[in-house]
């Protein structure tokens, strides 16, 4: 149906097995070139980073579409870190590090 649970190591005692390690347990995700994540992260890894709206054309996604992926994608399943910054008079900038993808 494709769901998917995750047991944490009181689930395997619960069930008597040994937990795996969490080096068994971290996969690496590669990203599909040319998906609109992808492009996402590339505008972000600039060194200048990339706005909202910028993504938002690239994309073609809306903004609380951009901020969603951010938070599920990017931060959670990805485990990259997203930081922000903004000069006066500008537009918000976020930049991802980490995850090397």
Not at 61 to 71: A, C, D
Not at 77 to 85: A, N, Q
Not at 87 to 94: A, L, S
Request: glycine share 10%.
């Amino acid at each position: 149906n494709g769901d998917s649970y995750t047991i944490n190591e009181n689930g395997f005692d619960a069930i008597g097995l040994e937990a795996p390690s969490k080096s068994e347990t971290n996969k690496t995700i590669t990203l599909r070139e040319g998906t609109k994540q992808s492009r996402m992260i590339a505008l972000m890894q600039r060194p200048e980073g990339a706005s909202i709206e910028e993504i938002c054309t690239e994309t073609g996604w809306q903004k609380h579409t951009v901020r969603g992926v951010f938070s599920n994608t990017v931060k959670k399943r990805l485990g990259m870190t997203i930081t922000s910054y903004k000069d006066d008079g500008q537009q918000r900038r976020y930049r991802v590090q980490g995850g090397d993808q």
